[in-house]
C-alpha cells in the first residue's frame, strides 16, 4: 500500500493465514502486537496533551473518548458509549467522513457531525494537526512522515476554483494527506522494529525465526527451550524509544501460545 503496508486483496486473509499456521511439536508460537500504534502516534503527532497523558496512565482510551465526548466520568461509560468513541477515535486515524460515520453507528449525520465537533472540542490539537497535514499536502503537492517518507499528491493541482466538485474532491485528498502521516509512520515503526527483531535474533543464535507480519502484529516460531528468551528480546526490540516521534516508547502485547492466538 502507499503507506508502506502490506496489503492483500482477500479480504478475509487474516482468518486463513491464522487456520493454517501452526507450530510443530515442541515449539511456540510468538505474537508481539503494537498497543494501539496508530492511535498513540496520532496523539504524538497532534501533541495532544490529555490523550497522551490517557495513554500514559494505561487508560481504556476508548472509554477515556468517550467520556470526554459525552461529558461523563469514565467510571459510567456503557458499552455503547465506549464503541461510540472507539469509533470515533479510528475515525480520526481513517479520515472518517460524517457520513461514513453515521452509518456504521446507525446515527443521523446531524448526530455524527455533532460527535465529530465534541471530539475536536476535546482534543483541539488534532484538529490543528489535520489542518497542517492538509496545507502542507495543498502547498507542496506532496505530503511527508516524521521518517521522510513522502507520497506525491500532485491531484491537488487538477481542480480549479471552477470545478463543481473542487471541495469534495480536495477534502478527499486532505483526508488522505492526514491519514498517510498517521499510518505511514506506523508502518516504518513496525518496520524497523522488525529488522531489529531479526538481527537480534540471528545475533543470538537462538532457535526462533519470524513468519510473517500482520498489520501491527509480528509473530514467530521458537522452540520451547528459546521461547522466552525470544519473547523478551522481541518486546526490548520493539519498543525501543523512536528517536523521530519525540523518543516515544510504543509498548507491545507479547503472547507464547501453541497456535497463533
Not at 461529558?71 to 458509549?81: E, F, R, T
Not at 513496525?190 to 545475533?203: E, P, Q, Y
Request: aromatic share 8%.
Amino acid at each position: 500500500a502507499v503507506t508502506g503496508r502490506l496489503k492483500s486483496g482477500i479480504h478475509n486473509m487474516p482468518h486463513v493465514v491464522r487456520s493454517i499456521i501452526a507450530p510443530k511439536e515442541g515449539r511456540k508460537i510468538i505474537s508481539a502486537d503494537y498497543e494501539q500504534l496508530e492511535l498513540r502516534i496520532l496523539a504524538v503527532l497532534a501533541r495532544e496533551e490529555s490523550m497522551l497523558q490517557a495513554f500514559s496512565r494505561g487508560l481504556d482510551i476508548h472509554a477515556f473518548t468517550a467520556s470526554q465526548v459525552f461529558g461523563i466520568p469514565m467510571g459510567k461509560v456503557d458499552k455503547v458509549q465506549r464503541a461510540r468513541g472507539k469509533t470515533v477515535n479510528f475515525g480520526q486515524v481513517y479520515g472518517q467522513q460524517e457520513q461514513s460515520l453515521a452509518e456504521q453507528l446507525h446515527i443521523t449525520e446531524d448526530e455524527s457531525q455533532e460527535l465529530q465537533n465534541k471530539f475536536f472540542e476535546r482534543f483541539p490539537r488534532i484538529a490543528i494537526f489535520n489542518d497542517d497535514c492538509h496545507q502542507m499536502a495543498r502547498s507542496k503537492g506532496h505530503i511527508e512522515n516524521a521518517f521522510g517518507r513522502r507520497r506525491r499528491l500532485s491531484a491537488y493541482a487538477l481542480y480549479r476554483d471552477t470545478d463543481n466538485d473542487k471541495e469534495f474532491r480536495l477534502g478527499g485528498l486532505d483526508r488522505q494527506a492526514a491519514n498517510f502521516c498517521i499510518q505511514s509512520a506506523g508502518a516504518d515503526i513496525f518496520s524497523f522494529g522488525m529488522r531489529r527483531v531479526h538481527d537480534r535474533l540471528r545475533a543470538l543464535k537462538l532457535d526462533a525465526s519470524l513468519i510473517l507480519p500482520h498489520h501491527d502484529a509480528l509473530v514467530l516460531e521458537a522452540s520451547e527451550g528459546d521461547s522466552k528468551e525470544a519473547s523478551r528480546i522481541v518486546k526490548e526490540e520493539m519498543e525501543k524509544p523512536v528517536s523521530e516521534l519525540d523518543g516515544t516508547v510504543f509498548p507491545a502485547e507479547i503472547r507464547i501460545a501453541g497456535c497463533w492466538e
